[in-house]
């Protein structure tokens, strides 16, 4: 056999041992070699492996019926860290988690203008905030993954198109990697949080389910057989642009109509101006409505049967099990919940309604940053692992 056909057995073999042990820890080196299939030295010279790496550790034995006491094996999840950032309309929200996801520091700036070089330096900035406060470990930072509101080229880090941020063809992946030496990460930030949700959230035991984003703008990442959705051009999921009303309100996208004039954070804003007679921003709004203010309930209401018009669509089209609603209106809660659940029954196909349960967002506002870091843990784990035997290192700039 050539030597870069064992070189890529090997690493497949880690491949499988690894998320053994990231699934399934704690096991044991025997438990490993009957569910992988491989022969025992293998899989002791590959979890040797790990150990000095620091991505696995030694639990100690435990009681066994006969025979030698096996010694368990337990992942470090914390020999190593990676920082997710959700790109908004007006703020930077930046996290960092362990090697399992759990988010151990976040940090939101605001952002005054949407101009591409100062939202990188912003970015870049922030992401420097979360590595200042990141433990000490093995292997450092292994990654930065983003959620961009638009349309996004996954495999070049390309936002396409981004008309809430006026963007269009800006390699923000290239910029990014200029000022930070870690790999980078981009996707939409629906995508972003239905993976999320999928991994670490109320969707770890669906197959398929939707994750509809709603913030300044309506995103809605799939879920299909477990597996994310990106369609021919990885533009799949942009939802918030079907048409709801013939002759609605201009959409940024150029269109009218478009689901998220009604159904948004800039919707909620906008109607609750006009029945309260003043301009009132977000978060205000959300502090109103759980004072039980009337014009607060009213507005989420009508924003609520908006989302539940547009949620009954994809039901109809996707049959998920599960829908879950996320980004800032889900703050709103019960209050949203309602109206949507109301419409979604007397709008949604029986059979395809009735299989589809509604919730909302488990992870709150960090379920799009930490859905991006996991696009860095993923291509971690997935193997070759490229910077387990390099110097451990804290920060990401140059």
């Known amino acids: 056999m050539r030597t870069g056909d064992q070189t890529l057995i090997k690493e497949l073999n880690k491949n499988i041992i690894m998320n053994l042990i990231r699934n399934q820890s704690p096991i044991s080196r025997a438990q490993i070699s009957v569910e992988s299939g491989l022969n025992k030295a293998t899989v002791s010279s590959i979890v040797d492996e790990f150990i000095q790496e620091g991505l696995v ?205 009604y159904a948004s954070t800039r919707a909620l804003v906008a109607k609750y101006t006009q029945l309260a007679g003043a301009a009132v921003p977000f978060d205000e709004i959300m502090h109103r409505l759980h004072e039980g203010e009337q014009n607060a309930m009213e507005a989420v209401d009508s924003v609520g049967r908006y989302l539940g018009m547009g949620i009954s669509n994809v039901i109809n089209g996707l049959n998920p099990s599960l829908v879950v609603i996320g980004n800032r209106l889900s703050e709103a809660g019960d209050y949203l919940l309602n109206p949507v659940k109301d419409i979604i029954h007397n709008s949604a196909l029986g059979v395809p309604g009735s299989l589809a349960r509604v919730e909302l967002s488990s992870l709150g506002r960090n379920a799009t940053a930490t859905g991006a870091a996991s696009l860095a843990l993923n291509d971690y784990f997935q193997g070759p692992f490229p910077y387990a035997h390099a110097e451990p290192s804290r920060a990401g700039a140059r």
Request: net charge negative; with cysteine; hydrophobic share 40%.
């Open 57 to 261: 550790i030694e639990l100690g034995p435990v009681r066994s019926a006969v025979g030698r006491r096996p010694r368990m094996l337990g992942f470090n999840a914390t020999a190593g860290y990676a920082i997710g950032v959700e790109l908004g309309i007006d703020y930077v929200r930046v996290l960092t988690v362990d090697l399992a996801g759990r988010v151990v520091s976040s940090y939101e700036s605001p952002l005054p203008t949407a101009e591409v070089r100062s939202v990188v330096s912003e970015i870049v900035s922030c992401i420097h905030e979360e590595v200042a406060k990141t433990p000490e470990s093995k292997l450092g930072i292994i990654g930065v993954g983003l959620g961009v509101p638009g349309l996004v080229d996954f495999a070049s880090g390309t936002v396409l198109y981004a008309p809430n941020l006026g963007w269009s063809d800006v390699p923000l992946r290239a910029y990014l990697e200029a000022h930070i030496n870690l790999p980078v990460f981009i996707d939409n930030e629906a995508n972003t949080g239905a993976l999320a949700e999928q991994l670490f959230g109320v969707g770890t035991a669906d197959e398929n389910a939707v994750y509809f984003s709603a913030g300044a703008g309506i995103g809605v990442g799939i879920i299909l057989n477990h597996t994310l959705i990106r369609g021919s051009g990885g533009t799949a999921g942009e939802f918030g642009h079907m048409i709801v009303e013939a002759r609605g309100l201009r959409c940024s996208c150029g269109s009218r109509g478009c689901l998220e004039m």
